[in-house]
T-cell receptor, first 114, second 114 residues
Framework: AQSVTQPDIHITVSEGASLELRCNYS??????LFWYVQSPGQGLQLLLKYFSGDTLVQGIKGFEAEFKRSQSSFNLRKPSVHWSDAAEYFC????????????FGTGTSLTVIP | DVKVTQSSRYLVKRTGEKVFLECVQD?????MFWYRQDPGLGLRLIYF???????EKGDIPEGYSVSREKKERFSLILESASTNQTSMYLC?????????????FGPGTRLTVL
């Protein structure tokens, strides 16, 4: 069965520091992987996605993610965090089938300290 | 730009009331989804629809029903609202074909049942 694990419920970083949010997935085939961000009171916005090709994917707002098949991971990174990055981050895997469902992790809440 | 709109941002209802949450997308997407978002639980799929009048249960369909009479509109119905249905409800849509197609989200409806 498909599943996504985000082991960190909450992370606090200082502005300007680097960031890594962890995501592990379980999926029987080649996964379609996504990272979304949700600012307070808002819907989800796509940061980046991956299916094949270069395992380092660039996204919006200066984010990148690296796919590591051997570790079943798709971690999100940013070299220097800005206060506006404070939000909830969700990792998801897309599944083949009717409706092409997504399976979401439980999210990681990011706090940025000035 | 894809737009997914939800009829209300905030809604307060009483226990036992029938509640309708409306979602409209303007990109001719075949697939539409209703999620429920609760702290620590991430996004959980309630129902999805892959075509007009077609629907499938997600992970937590109990206490909910849906309606899709037109391609652009997907409604979530709480037949008799209960306090444990107080939550944030998110609608999403995506096109047919590859699960690499991202899901586009509406801004959410925060429902409080008193």
């Amino acid at each position: 069965a498909q599943s996504v694990t985000q082991p960190d419920i909450h992370i606090t970083v200082s502005e300007g520091a680097s960031l890594e949010l962890r995501c592990n997935y379980s999926y029987g085939a080649t996964p379609y992987l996504f990272w979304y961000v949700q600012s307070p009171g808002q819907g989800l916005q796509l940061l980046l996605k991956y299916f094949s090709g270069d395992t380092l994917v660039q996204g919006i707002k200066g984010f990148e993610a690296e796919f590591k098949r051997s570790q079943s991971s798709f971690n999100l990174r940013k070299p220097s965090v800005h206060w506006s990055d404070a939000a909830e981050y969700f990792c998801a895997v897309g599944a083949l089938g009717t409706g092409n469902q997504f399976y979401f992790g439980t999210g990681t809440s990011l706090t940025v300290i000035p | 730009d894809v737009k997914v709109t939800q009829s209300s941002r905030y809604l307060v209802k009483r226990t036992g009331e029938k509640v309708f949450l409306e979602c409209v997308q303007d990109m001719d997407h075949e697939n539409m989804f209703w999620y429920r978002q609760d702290p620590g639980l991430g996004l959980r799929l309630i129902y999805f629809s892959y075509d007009v009048k077609m629907k499938e249960k997600g992970d937590i369909p109990e206490g909910y029903s849906v309606s899709r009479e037109k391609k652009e509109r997907f409604s979530l119905i709480l037949e008799s609202a209960s306090t444990n249905q107080t939550s944030m409800y998110l609608c999403a849509s995506t096109g047919q074909g590859s699960p690499y197609n991202e899901q586009f989200f509406g801004p959410g409806t925060r429902l409080t049942v008193l």
